[in-house]
Structures are given as C-alpha cells and as structure tokens.
C-alpha cells in the first residue's frame, strides 16, 4: 500500500521558517519525481515546488528564493524548507508522487502564518 505522510506543520509568525516532511512508503521513492502543492482556504490547489528523481528542482515563482525542495532517497523523504513566511504562504500543504501514470498523494499538513 502507498503511502505518503506529511508532517512538519504549524503556526509560524511572518518572516518565520518551516520545514516540512514528506516520508513515502510502498514506492520505489527514488524514481519518482516528487512535487508539493498548497491549497489555501476558497482558493484552488497551486503547485510550489517539484525535485526530479535526478534532483533537478523547479519553484513557483511566489516562492522562488524563499523556498528550497530537497530529498534524501535513502529515507524515502522530501523536504521543503520554508524561510520568509508571508501570511499569503498560510494553506494546507501536500506532497505528490509522480511516475509515468503513476500518481499519489499525501493528506497534507497544515500551515499558518500569522501575528
């Protein structure tokens, strides 16, 4: 069974740092392009951010600069490291795990950036 667990959430205050987890299981992780996504409240999903399996990384341009994607294939793990929070970065935040037609997803973790 696949699946994808995120963790690292929370309540940070602007200009604050987050970093957040993406631990995958039931794949053979280190082939599989990874991706984060973000969904805040009345708002559709955006992708943020995408690690090929060869570690290639491409950003959203709202979080180009502030935002770094890495992985640690012998954890089965993804990262995103998150600096200079805006209140506009609050949403709920999932991981993806992409492979030719082979797709999945994560619940997602929450974050809040607020005073």
């Known amino acids: 069974q696949v699946q994808l667990v995120e963790s690292g959430g929370g309540l940070v205050q602007p200009g604050g740092s987050l970093r957040l987890s993406c631990a995958a299981s039931g794949i053979s992780f280190s082939i599989y392009d990874m991706k984060w996504f973000r969904q805040a409240p009345g708002k559709q999903r955006e992708w943020v951010a995408t690690?090929?399996?060869?570690?290639?990384?491409r950003y959203a341009g709202s979080v180009r600069g502030r935002f770094t994607i890495s992985r640690t294939n012998a954890k089965n793990t993804v990262y995103l490291q998150m600096n200079s929070l805006k209140p506009e970065d609050t949403a709920i935040y999932s991981c993806n795990a992409e492979f030719g037609s082979r797709d999945y997803w994560g619940q997602g973790t929450q974050v809040t950036v607020s005073s």
């Open positions: 690690i090929t399996r060869e570690s290639g990384t």
